[in-house]
Protein backbone atom coordinates (compact mmCIF):
# COMPACT_ATOMS: atom_id res chain seq x y z
CA UNK A 1 0.00 0.00 0.00
CA UNK A 2 1.38 3.73 -0.92
CA UNK A 3 -0.18 6.87 0.48
CA UNK A 4 0.48 9.65 -2.03
CA UNK A 5 0.65 13.13 -1.42
CA UNK A 6 -0.87 13.48 2.19
CA UNK A 7 -3.67 11.38 1.36
CA UNK A 8 -4.74 12.10 -1.62
CA UNK A 9 -4.32 8.81 -3.15
CA UNK A 10 -4.04 5.26 -1.65
CA UNK A 11 -3.20 2.29 -4.09
CA UNK A 12 -3.70 -1.34 -3.30
CA UNK A 13 -2.38 -4.23 -4.97
CA UNK A 14 -4.73 -5.50 -7.97
CA UNK A 15 -5.20 -1.90 -9.54
CA UNK A 16 -7.06 -0.70 -6.84
CA UNK A 17 -6.95 3.19 -5.63
CA UNK A 18 -8.99 5.25 -3.11
CA UNK A 19 -9.10 8.58 -3.40
CA UNK A 20 -10.23 11.37 -1.59
CA UNK A 21 -12.95 14.00 -3.94
CA UNK A 22 -14.97 17.10 -3.64
CA UNK A 23 -16.09 17.79 0.16
CA UNK A 24 -13.62 15.08 1.26
CA UNK A 25 -15.45 11.65 -0.08
CA UNK A 26 -13.77 8.38 -1.10
CA UNK A 27 -13.85 7.06 -4.49
CA UNK A 28 -12.99 3.48 -4.92
CA UNK A 29 -11.41 2.83 -8.26
CA UNK A 30 -10.62 -0.56 -9.39
CA UNK A 31 -8.85 -0.01 -12.95
CA UNK A 32 -11.08 0.60 -15.90
CA UNK A 33 -13.71 -1.82 -14.71
CA UNK A 34 -15.64 0.20 -11.49
CA UNK A 35 -15.69 3.45 -9.53
CA UNK A 36 -17.64 3.58 -6.15
CA UNK A 37 -19.25 7.44 -5.19
CA UNK A 38 -17.19 9.29 -7.50
CA UNK A 39 -16.39 12.08 -6.32
CA UNK A 40 -13.52 13.49 -9.00
CA UNK A 41 -13.03 13.05 -12.35
CA UNK A 42 -11.97 9.76 -13.16
CA UNK A 43 -11.09 7.68 -16.22
CA UNK A 44 -13.91 6.12 -17.95
CA UNK A 45 -15.12 2.82 -15.64
CA UNK A 46 -17.53 0.02 -17.11
CA UNK A 47 -19.73 0.76 -13.93
CA UNK A 48 -20.45 3.15 -10.71
CA UNK A 49 -21.90 2.15 -7.78
CA UNK A 50 -23.25 4.58 -5.80
CA UNK A 51 -24.00 4.42 -1.77
CA UNK A 52 -26.61 6.57 -1.22
CA UNK A 53 -28.37 9.68 -2.92
CA UNK A 54 -26.70 12.76 -1.94
CA UNK A 55 -24.40 14.76 -4.62
CA UNK A 56 -21.06 15.36 -2.86
CA UNK A 57 -21.05 11.14 -3.89
CA UNK A 58 -21.84 10.97 -7.12
CA UNK A 59 -21.20 14.20 -8.11
CA UNK A 60 -19.30 12.87 -11.13
CA UNK A 61 -21.41 9.92 -12.19
CA UNK A 62 -22.56 11.74 -15.18
CA UNK A 63 -19.77 12.37 -17.21
CA UNK A 64 -18.82 8.68 -16.71
CA UNK A 65 -22.17 7.44 -17.79
CA UNK A 66 -21.65 9.76 -20.82
CA UNK A 67 -18.49 7.40 -21.64
CA UNK A 68 -20.40 4.13 -21.26
CA UNK A 69 -20.77 3.19 -17.86
CA UNK A 70 -23.66 1.80 -15.86
CA UNK A 71 -24.91 3.59 -12.97
CA UNK A 72 -26.25 1.18 -9.84
CA UNK A 73 -28.00 2.87 -7.23
CA UNK A 74 -29.69 1.60 -4.65
CA UNK A 75 -33.77 1.45 -4.92
CA UNK A 76 -34.73 3.79 -2.24
CA UNK A 77 -31.90 6.31 -3.48
CA UNK A 78 -32.38 6.13 -7.15
CA UNK A 79 -35.37 9.24 -7.26
CA UNK A 80 -33.01 11.27 -5.08
CA UNK A 81 -29.36 10.53 -7.37
CA UNK A 82 -32.08 11.40 -10.85
CA UNK A 83 -33.33 14.56 -9.46
CA UNK A 84 -31.19 15.63 -6.03
CA UNK A 85 -33.48 18.53 -5.37
CA UNK A 86 -36.26 16.06 -4.33
CA UNK A 87 -33.39 15.87 -0.88
CA UNK A 88 -33.73 19.54 -0.01
CA UNK A 89 -37.09 19.63 -1.15
CA UNK A 90 -38.41 16.98 1.29
CA UNK A 91 -35.88 18.98 4.30
CA UNK A 92 -37.02 22.76 3.77
CA UNK A 93 -40.34 22.19 1.87
CA UNK A 94 -42.04 20.88 -1.02
CA UNK A 95 -42.47 24.23 -2.41
CA UNK A 96 -39.17 24.50 -2.24
CA UNK A 97 -39.15 27.64 -1.53
CA UNK A 98 -35.70 28.48 -0.25
CA UNK A 99 -32.10 29.83 -2.21
CA UNK A 100 -29.52 27.26 -2.52
CA UNK A 101 -27.04 29.37 -0.09
CA UNK A 102 -29.10 27.57 2.37
CA UNK A 103 -28.78 24.23 1.47
CA UNK A 104 -26.18 22.60 2.69
CA UNK A 105 -24.04 22.22 -0.51
CA UNK A 106 -24.27 17.89 -0.23
CA UNK A 107 -27.77 18.32 -2.02
CA UNK A 108 -26.94 20.32 -4.85
CA UNK A 109 -25.70 19.76 -7.89
CA UNK A 110 -26.96 17.63 -10.68
CA UNK A 111 -28.23 14.26 -11.15
CA UNK A 112 -27.90 11.05 -13.09
CA UNK A 113 -30.01 8.55 -15.22
CA UNK A 114 -29.65 5.31 -13.13
CA UNK A 115 -29.64 2.23 -14.93
CA UNK A 116 -29.58 -0.23 -12.62
CA UNK A 117 -31.49 -0.73 -8.98
CA UNK A 118 -29.25 -2.07 -6.25
CA UNK A 119 -31.53 -4.78 -4.11
CA UNK A 120 -29.73 -6.92 -1.35
CA UNK A 121 -27.25 -9.30 -2.46
CA UNK A 122 -24.50 -10.51 -4.77
CA UNK A 123 -24.32 -8.48 -7.76
CA UNK A 124 -22.06 -8.24 -10.90
CA UNK A 125 -20.83 -4.58 -11.72
CA UNK A 126 -18.08 -4.17 -14.45
CA UNK A 127 -17.28 -7.76 -14.40
CA UNK A 128 -16.59 -7.38 -10.46
CA UNK A 129 -18.50 -9.13 -7.70
CA UNK A 130 -20.03 -7.13 -5.01
CA UNK A 131 -22.60 -7.49 -2.35
CA UNK A 132 -24.93 -5.27 -1.65
CA UNK A 133 -25.47 -4.66 2.51
CA UNK A 134 -28.48 -2.31 3.24
CA UNK A 135 -27.60 -0.05 6.08
CA UNK A 136 -30.36 2.50 6.43
CA UNK A 137 -30.05 5.36 8.90
CA UNK A 138 -28.32 8.32 6.99
CA UNK A 139 -30.62 7.94 4.07
CA UNK A 140 -33.77 5.59 3.88
CA UNK A 141 -31.91 3.87 1.35
CA UNK A 142 -28.56 3.60 2.01
CA UNK A 143 -26.57 0.20 0.94
CA UNK A 144 -23.11 -0.38 1.97
CA UNK A 145 -20.85 -2.42 -0.80
CA UNK A 146 -18.54 -4.90 -0.06
CA UNK A 147 -16.04 -5.31 -3.40
CA UNK A 148 -13.37 -8.08 -4.04
CA UNK A 149 -11.14 -6.53 -6.12
CA UNK A 150 -7.34 -7.05 -6.50
CA UNK A 151 -7.22 -9.98 -4.04
CA UNK A 152 -8.63 -7.61 -1.17
CA UNK A 153 -11.90 -7.48 0.32
CA UNK A 154 -13.41 -3.50 0.50
CA UNK A 155 -16.39 -2.55 2.75
CA UNK A 156 -17.63 0.82 1.03
CA UNK A 157 -19.44 2.02 3.88
CA UNK A 158 -20.52 5.50 2.75
CA UNK A 159 -21.89 7.70 5.44
CA UNK A 160 -22.75 5.00 7.53
CA UNK A 161 -19.20 5.07 8.57
CA UNK A 162 -17.25 8.61 9.08
CA UNK A 163 -13.45 9.04 10.55
CA UNK A 164 -12.60 10.44 13.66
CA UNK A 165 -11.89 13.90 12.13
CA UNK A 166 -15.20 13.69 10.44
CA UNK A 167 -17.10 12.62 13.42
CA UNK A 168 -14.62 15.38 15.96
CA UNK A 169 -15.56 18.33 13.60
CA UNK A 170 -19.32 17.97 13.63
CA UNK A 171 -21.70 18.29 16.36
CA UNK A 172 -24.78 16.52 14.48
CA UNK A 173 -24.18 14.37 11.71
CA UNK A 174 -26.95 14.52 9.12
CA UNK A 175 -29.38 11.09 9.31
CA UNK A 176 -32.74 10.43 9.01
CA UNK A 177 -33.39 7.23 11.69
CA UNK A 178 -31.35 6.98 14.48
CA UNK A 179 -32.08 3.91 15.35
CA UNK A 180 -31.54 2.17 11.97
CA UNK A 181 -27.92 3.67 11.75
CA UNK A 182 -27.12 1.91 14.99
CA UNK A 183 -28.82 -1.20 13.97
CA UNK A 184 -26.72 -0.82 10.19
CA UNK A 185 -23.71 0.27 12.58
CA UNK A 186 -24.37 -3.72 14.15
CA UNK A 187 -24.68 -5.49 10.84
CA UNK A 188 -21.69 -3.78 9.57
CA UNK A 189 -19.89 -4.68 12.09
CA UNK A 190 -19.91 -8.69 11.54
CA UNK A 191 -18.70 -8.65 8.41
CA UNK A 192 -15.86 -10.05 6.98
CA UNK A 193 -13.10 -7.71 4.71
CA UNK A 194 -10.08 -6.76 4.74
CA UNK A 195 -10.62 -2.92 4.51
CA UNK A 196 -13.28 -0.07 5.01
CA UNK A 197 -13.55 2.69 3.18
CA UNK A 198 -15.68 5.08 5.00
CA UNK A 199 -17.85 7.99 3.30
CA UNK A 200 -15.42 10.52 4.78
CA UNK A 201 -11.82 10.04 6.64
CA UNK A 202 -9.12 7.75 6.13
CA UNK A 203 -9.61 4.15 4.76
CA UNK A 204 -8.32 1.39 7.61
CA UNK A 205 -7.81 -1.83 7.87
CA UNK A 206 -10.00 -4.45 9.19
CA UNK A 207 -8.45 -4.46 12.49
CA UNK A 208 -8.74 -0.74 13.40
CA UNK A 209 -11.84 -0.83 11.61
CA UNK A 210 -13.51 -2.06 14.66
CA UNK A 211 -12.57 0.90 16.59
CA UNK A 212 -14.06 3.35 13.95
CA UNK A 213 -17.11 1.82 13.72
CA UNK A 214 -17.24 1.45 17.91
CA UNK A 215 -16.11 5.29 17.57
CA UNK A 216 -19.12 5.98 15.00
CA UNK A 217 -21.81 4.21 17.55
CA UNK A 218 -20.32 6.43 20.74
CA UNK A 219 -21.22 9.05 18.11
CA UNK A 220 -24.66 8.68 17.68
CA UNK A 221 -24.90 8.96 21.30
CA UNK A 222 -23.61 11.54 22.22
CA UNK A 223 -25.98 12.72 20.06
CA UNK A 224 -28.81 11.81 21.59
CA UNK A 225 -27.58 13.28 25.11
CA UNK A 226 -27.16 16.66 23.52
CA UNK A 227 -30.60 17.13 21.79
CA UNK A 228 -31.50 14.94 25.33
CA UNK A 229 -29.95 18.17 27.23
CA UNK A 230 -32.32 21.13 25.91
CA UNK A 231 -35.21 18.89 26.84
CA UNK A 232 -37.56 20.59 29.88
CA UNK A 233 -40.90 20.51 31.71
CA UNK A 234 -42.20 22.45 29.27
CA UNK A 235 -42.92 21.16 25.32
CA UNK A 236 -40.58 21.88 22.82
CA UNK A 237 -40.96 21.53 18.61
CA UNK A 238 -38.72 20.00 16.77
CA UNK A 239 -37.87 23.42 15.76
CA UNK A 240 -37.43 24.80 18.77
CA UNK A 241 -35.20 21.54 20.08
CA UNK A 242 -33.23 22.87 16.70
CA UNK A 243 -33.04 27.02 17.63
CA UNK A 244 -31.55 25.80 20.74
CA UNK A 245 -28.88 23.01 19.27
CA UNK A 246 -27.81 25.59 17.30
CA UNK A 247 -27.38 27.93 19.60
CA UNK A 248 -25.49 25.46 21.82
CA UNK A 249 -23.52 24.18 19.26
CA UNK A 250 -22.22 27.63 17.54
CA UNK A 251 -23.64 27.26 14.73
CA UNK A 252 -27.01 29.97 15.14
CA UNK A 253 -26.07 32.28 12.20
CA UNK A 254 -25.10 29.38 9.73
CA UNK A 255 -27.33 30.04 6.83
CA UNK A 256 -26.76 26.43 6.05
CA UNK A 257 -26.81 24.65 9.05
CA UNK A 258 -30.80 24.22 9.51
CA UNK A 259 -31.01 21.51 6.36
CA UNK A 260 -28.50 19.38 8.50
CA UNK A 261 -30.37 19.35 11.64
CA UNK A 262 -33.92 19.37 10.78
CA UNK A 263 -34.30 16.03 10.04
CA UNK A 264 -31.29 14.94 12.02
CA UNK A 265 -33.07 16.51 15.55
CA UNK A 266 -36.02 15.01 14.69
CA UNK A 267 -34.55 11.51 13.94
CA UNK A 268 -33.02 11.75 17.30
CA UNK A 269 -36.22 12.94 18.89
CA UNK A 270 -38.36 10.08 17.86
CA UNK A 271 -35.25 7.86 18.93
CA UNK A 272 -35.51 9.60 22.61
CA UNK A 273 -39.24 8.44 22.43
CA UNK A 274 -38.81 4.94 21.44
CA UNK A 275 -36.30 4.93 24.29
CA UNK A 276 -38.10 6.09 26.53
CA UNK A 277 -35.80 9.75 27.32
CA UNK A 278 -38.09 11.79 25.65
CA UNK A 279 -42.17 12.61 26.17
CA UNK A 280 -44.19 13.23 22.57
CA UNK A 281 -47.10 14.93 23.27
CA UNK A 282 -49.92 16.99 20.56
CA UNK A 283 -50.39 20.47 22.06
CA UNK A 284 -53.11 22.47 19.56
CA UNK A 285 -51.66 19.51 16.59
CA UNK A 286 -48.28 20.32 16.75
CA UNK A 287 -45.59 17.43 17.78
CA UNK A 288 -43.60 18.33 21.14
CA UNK A 289 -41.31 17.15 23.15
CA UNK A 290 -40.16 17.17 26.93
CA UNK A 291 -38.31 15.21 29.46
CA UNK A 292 -40.69 11.76 30.39
Same mark, same amino acid.
Request: with cysteine.
Given at each position: ???????????????????????????????????????????????? &??????????????? $???????????????? $?? +??????????????????????????????????????????????????????????????????????????????????????????????????????? &???? +??????? $???????????????????????????? &?????????????????????????????????????????????????????????????????????
Amino acid at each position: MHVMSGWDCIDYSGGVRICRGDFAVNTLVYGDRLAVDPSRVLSPVRAV &LITHGHVDHFRYATP $LREKGAAVYAPRFCAP $LV +EEPRINYMATMGWAAGFEERYITPYFVGKGTRVDVLVEQGSLEAGGVHVNAIPTPGHTPGHTAYLVEAGGTVFLVAGDTVYGEEYLQDNPVLYHTDTLRWLES &LDRL +EELDFDV $LVPGHGHPVEAREARRVIKRNREKVREM &LSLVESVLGEEPLSGDEVIELLLEATGLARSRRAYSIYMPSVRALLNALTALGRARRNIVKGVPKWRKP
